[in-house]
């Protein structure tokens, strides 16, 4: 979807537009949009900000602001930075795109991954409980791939935690697998 341009070209207008492309791009991610915008402006601008002059410039109020800095600050891309002789606070946002992928990846999907991973390795333990006629042994060996998937998906995320790189070949050959393997057990 392409948005119309703002009226007449200025620092403003180009700030609020990567604002609100950002925001929409956080948003997709399952963050709060707002979080997208007021990081955003904070990185632009490049200067240390006021809560109260971000929220004039991005048209939110004070408590919008007030809470999209400090889930920022929790999340570690933006902090609180004091200026000599000024009684209010100011923020900056990270600039370290490693830091701030890193960090998000080891909070959230990270953690997602391995609770899928125990929940998946629960199923196959009710599974194998059960009596293993033709059908329990398909779920089982459905489930078993799910767990493969996981598992690859930890060893991926894992590889891009620590050395900034990530290989998804594993997951062609997985998926490969999965194609050959589903036509056996009549998928």
């Not at 915008?37 to 602001?65: C, F, H, I, K, N």
């Not at 570690?76 to 209010?88: I, L, S, T």
């Not at 493969?148 to 697998?177: N, Y």
Request: charge should be positive.
């Amino acid at each position: 979807m392409t948005q119309d341009l703002p009226g007449p070209a200025s620092f403003d207008a180009a700030v609020l537009l990567a604002a609100d492309a950002i925001g929409d791009v956080i948003e997709h991610w399952g963050f709060r949009k707002a979080l997208g915008r007021v990081w955003t402006v904070l990185y632009l601008d490049g200067e240390p900000q006021g809560a109260a002059a971000l929220g004039e410039r991005l048209q939110m109020s004070a408590g919008a602001v007030s809470m999209a800095l400090g889930e920022l600050q929790r999340w570690g891309v933006a902090r609180r930075v004091w200026r000599p002789g000024e009684r209010r606070e100011f923020y900056e946002a990270e600039t370290d795109f490693w830091k701030m992928i890193s960090r998000v990846v080891q909070d959230r999907e990270s953690s997602l991954v391995r609770s899928v991973h125990e929940r998946l390795e629960a199923a196959l333990a009710l599974l194998r409980a059960l009596p293993q006629g033709a059908g329990t042994r398909a779920r089982m060996e459905r489930v078993r791939r799910l767990l493969a998937l996981t598992r690859t998906a930890e060893a991926v995320l894992e590889t891009f935690l620590h050395s900034q790189r990530a290989d998804f070949s594993e997951f062609g050959s997985l998926l490969q697998l999965g194609r050959a393997s589903g036509r056996k057990v009549g998928l």
